[in-house]
Every structure is written in structure tokens, then in C-alpha cells.
T-cell receptor, first 114, second 112 residues
Framework: AAGVIQSPRHLIKEKRETATLKCYPI?????VYWYQQGPGQDPQFLIS???????DKGSIPDRFSAQQFSDYHSELNMSSLELGDSALYFC?????????????FGPGTRLTVT | QKEVEQDPGPLSVPEGAIVSLNCTYS??????FMWYRQYSRKGPELLMY????GNKEDGRFTAQVDKSSKYISLFIRDSQPSDSATYLC????????????FGKGTHLIIQP
């Protein structure tokens, strides 16, 4: 079965640089979620989109922004990167109108800020 | 205090044992309760979800929710070394495309 696709899988950036993470949801899923997971931590919710509109917002820094496009893929844009932004970034998708709680996660993007 | 509390372990049991993993939560608005399995450096894998109180079984896995005590459990029967992973409980109010609230995860080790 098709799963959530994330790219790139690994990313190394320097402080104050920008980064863009991409997420392609499971086919027919209309909702995308972004999570950040630090070392030894649980995933922390950042932001979600349902039918291309922002749905819910968690602990997303103002330096980060995201959007969902007409083909339902999503991009997380991160600017003025800080050392503390180093983490695993997961995208998850669901059928937001039917089962929003049934979220399927991608393999993650490992971001390292040096 | 986190809204979902989970003992981080590690929890080490011999192969074939029954494993019991538990979480407590504080937000009465939570209606859906999920269990995820996460291998090192991989994405969380949804094992099962339960709505409100009750039990749900899927193969060797049984999820149990007691809303009166705000207690969530996952039982694994006939545990295998391949079950060694971090198990995360999560909760959601079900009100829309909300972010899930996770526990910190329990690191489970099944000894061959």
C-alpha cells in the first residue's frame, strides 16, 4: 500500500539558512499534519491543513510556515534556522473529513543545523 | 504536566511474555486513543485506535480504554523480539484535523 512520502530524507543546513521540507500524502487523503520530534522526545504537533486550508496550529515557531497545494502535497518552510531546530520532522496524512484521528506517518526528514 | 503521561521505561521482558503498556491522560475532551510503534529513526506506525471506553483486538494486540479512570492500555501477547521498539500512546478529541497529543513513549525490549 502507498505510504506518505517525505523529501529530502536528510538535510544539513547552517544557522540562519532556510530549509524546505516536502510531504506527499497517501492517495485520497485530504489532510496533512506536520510534527517535530527532538532526540528522545515524543512528536510535537506543528500545524495541519485540511482541503488546502490551515486547520490547526500547534507549537510552530513564527520562523516556520507551511502550505498545502492543489494536489494535496504540503511544504514546510523554515527560515533563520537555529541549532535547536535540529530534529526529525514528520508529515502525517489522514482522511480529515472522516477519520482525522487515524493519522499515518511518513519516514521523516532528519534536519541537522550546524 | 503533559496531557498524556507514559512511563518511558525501558521495559524488558522475555520472548513469549504478555506485555502491558500503559498511559494516563488528563484532558476529558479526548475521545480517540491511538497506539503507535516506532523503531529507531523511523516514522511512527499506527497499530490501532479506540473510540471512547472499551476494548479492541487486532491479532496479538489488544487496546483498552477506561475513560472513568483516564487510563489507556496496550497488551501484546506472545511477544517477539521484533516487537522491540518504542510504543507511543496518543489521544485526540476528534473535533477535526487536530494534532495528536502523544505520550513520551515506552521503550520495550523483548529478550530472545
Amino acid at each position: 500500500a502507498a505510504g506518505v512520502i517525505q523529501s529530502p530524507r536528510h538535510l544539513i543546513k547552517e544557522k540562519r539558512e532556510t530549509a524546505t521540507l516536502k510531504c506527499y500524502p497517501i492517495p485520497r487523503h485530504d489532510t496533512v499534519y506536520w510534527y517535530q520530534q527532538g532526540p528522545g522526545q515524543d512528536p510535537q504537533f506543528l500545524i495541519s491543513f485540511y482541503e488546502k486550508m490551515q486547520s490547526d496550529k500547534g507549537s510552530i515557531p513564527d520562523r516556520f510556515s507551511a502550505q498545502q497545494f492543489s494536489d494535496y502535497h504540503s511544504e514546510l518552510n523554515m527560515s533563520s534556522l537555529e541549532l535547536g531546530d535540529s530534529a526529525l520532522y514528520f508529515c502525517a496524512s489522514s482522511l480529515g473529513g472522516l477519520a482525522p484521528y487515524e493519522q499515518y506517518f511518513g519516514p521523516g526528514t532528519r534536519l541537522t543545523v550546524t | 504536566q503533559k496531557e498524556v503521561e507514559q512511563d518511558p521505561g525501558p521495559l524488558s521482558v522475555p520472548e513469549g511474555a504478555i506485555v502491558s503498556l500503559n498511559c494516563t491522560y488528563s484532558n476529558s475532551a479526548f475521545q480517540y486513543f491511538m497506539w503507535y510503534r516506532q523503531y529507531s529513526r523511523k516514522g511512527p506506525e499506527l497499530l490501532m485506535y479506540t473510540y471512547s471506553s472499551g476494548n479492541k483486538e487486532d491479532g496479538r494486540f489488544t487496546a483498552q480504554v477506561d475513560k472513568s479512570s483516564k487510563y489507556i492500555s496496550l497488551f501484546i501477547r506472545d511477544s517477539q523480539p521484533s516487537d522491540s521498539a518504542t510504543y507511543l500512546c496518543a489521544a485526540d478529541s476528534g473535533g477535526g484535523a487536530d494534532g495528536l497529543t502523544f505520550g513520551k513513549g515506552t521503550h520495550l525490549i523483548i529478550q530472545p
